[in-house]
């Protein structure tokens, strides 16, 4: 993020001198130095000095100035009804926005209009729907540290979500803040100086802001937290004694009032996440696996939520990339999801009937929270009453059809809120074509309030009266082109033509001329524009109370509605994965005490949809077990591996599987060390990339983790990454006894599975004919010493001259093979562990 601090161009400007407007710039500027100051102006939201500079920079705007001599000031300005999005531009480059509104009327303000910061913007704290992508929550995160440990805090400003995890080490939080990606992470200040990890989170693309130490110190932040949840203890979130995760939430929590100004009242709990609930993605599996972002260009094209992602509604789709991001480590709530799949599949008419409903329903998670923020307009207090009117619908379809069958998830939702009352609040008082100023009438409808009634009578009985006075007027003086106009400025006149100037009566009073016409006023029409716009006046103002009133009503029903929310999004899920379950031909997976993996005939749910024939394949792996997978580049091992992983990571998440069968215990954590990628920004290599992620697999891996490696040791010299790959397989073998999936390209690994009994070696089967080689994509039983590098190799276009030395050269070595093996047997009899290998 660009520096926006003071320089001594700002702060030694002569105070007294300035105009008043310009005060109240420089008082907002002064408290809140890191923030580019737009201060409302009129029609216009101006910015001055270094703000002007950088926005006039940023936004490729007219940079003018103000002012005379010392009290001259750059100046830049961007229209009052441009706000959103040029405000949007400035933090989506990471600069904090200080947003100074006029507090009153101009038109009514004695002397100078008074103003006031409403709200600091981030990056993590946008709340207009302009600015935030729909299907992904913006989540703005906190990281502390006591001694050793750090703790982590995420919000949501937009739907009023917001979780803790507490205690744990600095690598962890760095997964969490990958696999979750908040656009802004506050720290301490004091942490500040941590510039490792500031780097690190930088380097995930998270702007970081620091925050007051007082905040996040453990009686203040439990302060904050009771006085905004109104609670006497944080017993009810399981945060009463764990100090690290009041400190981090406190610290938070205060860091969103204090910058957005507002009492956030849809943030109503807070959630502790618990390491025995979900299984923890580590970063390095997160991206191999391309669950939500592609490794090319990260984007969603070729990723498992863009195969399986056929939700309606945004809240739904935000539920799904969340449930991807946590799979679940409790059977009992997998096998709830599970049981609600299944129902739906069995009954695909109401499945159908669900998703109809739920295409009329809007975000009502978003919704609820601008209500509550403050900002939320007519339209969307429309379309909230239009998502509710579903809702019953919803439940009767549930509840007649699953009448007396076991206890589940649907019959859960079925139970939700119909919040009846706040429908018919709605379809008595507002108006279906409520516009989306609050501000300019038109909202609520007749016979809601008598007043405005009265008012809005006047109005029209009014207007018919000033029709019925200009043919009376044209009567009177004969003058038949005679009409009654208004103008902002000057209110109702008469206009005559100025040829029929002298028909004029004498008690018409002149007001203006024009090029053609003259304009007057009577005594008769002043009264009556009193009238008028008094009424009108009147009226808007009496409209925007009402609406207020409404809305009030509206947000006290905030956890209701939010209950509401959540059960349609969770429906929205299911009705998703029953979908693509069916049309994609996924199975159900079981559930098993033991600690298998039994995979019959798994596909890769991505690359399936690519290929018109994809070929299928078992993987079978029993407590302990390793497979070591041979065989050529091109002919399928990665796919095999990532499938396996994904099957597994998709049972976890209550859906269904693409397989004929899974049977499988739950697996605690999923690793995987594949592709090659150089981390230019820390100066890291292939090669240590390679280690870094495998000592992690090796520190943090159990008996019940699935690990996935692909070509361990590939970044270095021939012996040293055979040595490496086998002491790495025979450490999990033997000391973690994890199920393992290991590919390679080193063939004396093969040697492993004639040591060790739950060593297995697999290839995937090549099919060579006179001219060319068939890559198979079979998973079969046994090693094999073939690589087909040269033939890879001439797929790829090489040179004809390249491809014929290269052959000359294999034919070369491969007299030599023997000796070479030999050499091998000698290096590998040399490393501690290998035994007679």
């Not at 660009?2 to 002064?30: C, F, R, W």
């Not at 999005?85 to 947003?99: D, E, Q, S």
């Not at 939500?292 to 399986?308: E, H, K, M, Y």
């Amino acid at each position: 993020m660009a520096d926006t601090s003071p320089n001594s161009s700002i702060l030694d400007i002569d105070y007294e001198n300035l105009t008043p407007g310009m005060k109240q710039y420089q008082e907002v500027k002064k408290a809140h130095p890191d923030c580019l100051v737009m201060l409302r102006m009129g029609d216009f939201y101006e910015m001055f000095y270094e703000d002007a500079v950088t926005a006039a920079r940023e936004l490729e705007i007219t940079l003018t100035a103000r002012g005379k001599g010392e009290t001259r000031a750059p100046l830049a300005g961007v229209p009052f009804h441009a706000l959103e999005t040029y405000m949007g531009r400035l933090v989506k480059k990471g600069y904090k926005v200080a947003i100074v509104e006029q507090l009153e009327d101009p038109k009514k303000a004695k002397g100078l209009v008074k103003r006031g910061l409403v709200r600091i913007v981030t990056p993590g704290t946008v709340i207009e729907s302009s600015l935030l992508q729909e299907n992904e929550n913006n989540y703005v995160a906190c990281v502390t540290v006591f001694g050793e440990e750090f703790s982590l805090a995420l919000a949501d400003v937009s739907t009023g979500e917001f979780w803790v995890v507490a205690a744990t080490g600095m690598a962890i939080i760095l997964h969490e803040l990958l696999r979750f990606t908040p656009s802004e992470c506050v720290i301490p200040r004091s942490l500040a100086v941590n510039q490792e990890l500031v780097l690190k989170i930088k380097n995930i693309g998270c702007f970081v802001n620091t925050f007051d130490d007082a905040f996040f110190r453990v009686e203040k932040a439990r302060e904050s937290l009771l006085a905004h949840f109104r609670l006497k203890s944080l017993e009810s979130f399981g945060l009463e004694q764990n100090v690290r995760a009041i400190g981090v939430a406190g610290g938070l929590l205060h860091y969103l009032l204090e910058t957005q100004k507002n009492a956030l009242t849809h943030i109503q709990k807070i959630t502790l996440r618990a390491d025995e609930q979900t299984m923890l993605l580590d970063s390095g599996t997160f991206r191999n696996l391309e669950l939500v972002r592609n490794i090319r260009d990260g984007s969603a094209r070729g990723t498992l939520l863009a195969v399986i992602d056929k939700t309606i509604t945004p809240m739904g789709a935000r539920l799904l990339r969340a449930w991807l991001k946590t799979p679940l480590l409790q059977v009992n709530v997998i096998e709830k999801r599970l049981d609600a799949i299944e129902m739906l599949n069995n009954d695909v008419i109401l499945r159908e009937e669900c998703k109809d409903l739920l295409k009329r329903v809007y975000d009502v998670e978003r919704l609820i929270g601008r209500i509550n923020y403050g900002n939320a307009t007519p339209r969307d207090v429309l379309a909230l009453k239009q998502s509710l009117e579903c809702i019953p619908e919803i439940k009767i379809k549930l509840h007649d059809v699953f009448q007396g069958r076991k206890e589940g998830l649907l019959q859960y939702i079925s139970a939700m809120p119909e919040l009846k009352e706040i429908v018919d609040l709605l379809e008595k008082g507002l108006r279906e074509d409520a516009p989306v100023s609050v501000r300019e009438g038109n909202i609520i409808r007749q016979e809601y309030n008598s007043e405005l009634d009265e008012l809005q009578n006047i109005m029209k009985n009014s207007k018919q009266y000033l029709a019925q006075l200009e043919e009376e007027e044209r009567k009177k003086t004969g003058i038949g082109t005679l009409r009654i106009g208004f103008t902002n400025v000057f209110g109702y006149f008469i206009e005559v033509t100025r040829k029929n100037s002298a028909l004029v009566p004498a008690h018409y009073i002149r007001k203006q001329t024009t090029v053609n016409t003259e304009r007057y006023i009577t005594d008769e029409l002043k009264k009556e524009e009193e009238k008028i716009l008094g009424a009108e006046e009147k009226s808007v103002e009496l409209e925007y109370q009402l609406f207020q009133e409404m809305v009030e009503i509206i947000r006290e029903k905030t956890s209701e509605i939010q209950e509401v929310a959540r059960n349609v999004a969770v429906l929205d899920v299911l009705c998703c994965l029953s979908t693509v379950a069916q049309q994609q031909q996924y199975t159900r997976p079981t559930f098993v005490n033991e600690n298998v993996l039994q995979i019959r005939r798994g596909r890769h749910p991505v690359i399936e949809q690519l290929e018109e024939r994809f070929i299928a394949n078992d993987v079978m792996l029993t407590d302990g077990e390793m497979m070591i997978i041979t065989g050529p580049n091109m002919a399928g091992k990665s796919t095999i591996m990532r499938q396996t992983a994904l099957i597994v990571l998709l049972a976890q998440i209550g859906s269904f599987v693409p397989a004929q069968e899974v049977v499988m215990g739950v697996i605690d954590r999923i690793f995987t060390r594949v592709g090659a990628y150089d981390d230019l920004s820390s100066g890291q290599s292939t090669f240590m990339i390679e280690m870094t992620e495998t000592a992690y697999i090796l520190n943090n891996a159990t008996a019940r983790s699935l690990i996935v490696l692909d070509e361990i040791g590939r970044g270095t010299s021939t012996f040293d990454g055979v040595s490496i790959a086998w002491s790495v397989a025979e450490h999990i073998y033997n000391k973690i006894k994890a199920k393992t999936l290991f590919a390679t390209h080193y063939h004396v690994m093969n040697k492993l599975a004639e040591k060790f009994s739950k060593i297995r070696n697999y290839n995937v089967a090549v099919k060579e004919t006179k001219n060319e080689i068939i890559f198979l994509h079979t998973l079969v039983e046994g090693g094999t010493d073939d690589s087909y590098g040269v033939y890879v190799a001439k797929l790829a276009g090489l040179p004809a001259e390249v491809l014929e030395r290269a052959t000359e050269i294999q034919q070369i070595l491969e007299k030599d093979d023997e000796m070479m093996r030999k050499l091998n047997a000698k290096r590998l009899d040399g490393q501690k562990g290998l035994g007679e290998y």
